[in-house]
Nanobody, 123 residues
């Protein structure tokens, strides 16, 4: 079994900062790419940021220059530092992990999602 546990969401004023964390635990053989997505009410889920196992990053256009994704491979954790927050950043933020896990004596690759954490930015 694998779990992704997110933390760090909350309420912040426009221009403020928040840091999200997502820790993966369980029968993990290797964490591949990890990312953050968000979904606002009435909108589709969209990519916020992604980071590969080698540390390469990519960001959604709306957050470039304001958000930074990073990871701690020793702790199986990915972070999202969010600065200069805007009301339009309000959404539920989901962690996603492309990982290889143990299944008995073999390994299998799967995609896992966290439960989501609410970020609300007030104007």
């Amino acid at each position: 079994q694998v779990q992704l546990v997110e933390s760090g969401g909350g309420l912040v004023q426009a221009g403020g900062s928040l840091r999200l964390s997502c820790a993966a635990s369980g029968s993990i053989f290797r964490l591949n790419a990890m990312g953050w997505y968000r979904q606002a009410p009435g909108k589709q889920r969209e990519l916020v940021a992604v980071i590969t196992s080698g540390g390469s990053t990519d960001y959604g256009d709306s957050v470039k220059g304001r958000f930074t994704i990073s990871r701690d491979n020793a702790e199986n954790t990915v972070y999202l530092q969010m600065n200069s927050l805007k009301p339009e950043d309000t959404a539920v933020y989901y962690c996603d992990a492309d990982l290889t896990r143990w299944e008995g004596l073999r390994t299998t690759r799967d995609d896992y999602w966290g439960q989501g954490t609410q970020v609300t930015v007030s104007s």
